[in-house]
T-cell receptor, first 113, second 114 residues
């Protein structure tokens, strides 16, 4: 069936370095790709999203790129800080049903001070 | 900050007990969801609702049931809990725009069935 694959499952970086998380999706109808950050003991929270008519979007230290032809999208965090440590989920919208998503399996990011 | 609340946050119960996980949102969102989050972090949709008196099952088969009598309230019930139901349950809601809506998640209810 349709799904989203996310890599890596764990990632450790030194404070100040960049972190990149990659996702691939299979549903050609997907047109909205959000990224969620889940801190320990909390629910996921949207940090950035991108729509299919845009190739790149940036918000301060966070950027997302989308390649619709290849069906992959990536999250880039620059100048990482310890508070960036969390689990990150990518997601892709499902067809035309609205507000349902395929979620990736999550990446546990640790930023080492 | 999202106005969606889940209770209880943590629950430890014995096998065979009936439990209800509460979820309420004050944003007036029509769409609400229940996700089950495994220890390995993956999110699985188990129930969703697009409005009052509307409930549907999600991708992951679940023995739980839900109801949507009021827009703001979407409780999940397990009639007879088993150890296999041990998991974290996340409630979410979204605005009605198709395929463009942010999901607002509660902080989760962590259920342990002994």
């Amino acid at each position: 069936g349709e799904n989203v694959e996310q890599h890596p499952s764990t990632l450790s970086v030194q404070e100040g370095d960049s972190a990149v998380i990659k996702c691939t999706y299979s549903d050609s109808a997907s047109n909205y790709f959000p990224w969620y950050k889940q801190e320990l003991g909390k629910g996921p929270q949207l940090i950035i999203d991108i729509r299919s008519n845009v190739g790149e979007k940036k918000d301060q230290r966070i950027a997302v790129t989308l390649n619709k032809t290849a069906k992959h999208f990536s999250l880039h965090i620059t100048e990482t800080q310890p508070e960036d440590s969390a689990v990150y989920f990518c997601a892709a919208s499902r067809g035309i049903t609205g507000n349902q998503f395929y979620f990736g399996t999550g990446t546990s990011l640790t930023v080492i001070p | 900050e999202a106005d969606i609340y889940q209770t209880p946050r943590y629950l430890v119960i014995g096998t065979g007990k009936k439990i209800t996980l509460e979820c309420s949102q004050t944003m007036g969102h029509d769409k609400m969801y229940w996700y089950q989050q495994d220890p390995g972090m993956e999110l699985h949709l188990i129930h969703y609702s697009y409005g009052v008196n509307s409930t549907e099952k999600g991708d992951l088969s679940s023995e739980s049931t839900v109801s949507r009598i009021r827009t703001e309230h979407f409780p999940l019930t397990l009639e007879s809990a088993r150890p296999s139901h041990t998991s974290q349950y996340l409630c979410a809601s979204s605005e009605p725009r198709a395929n463009t809506g942010e999901l607002f998640f509660g902080e989760g209810s962590r259920l342990t069935v002994l």
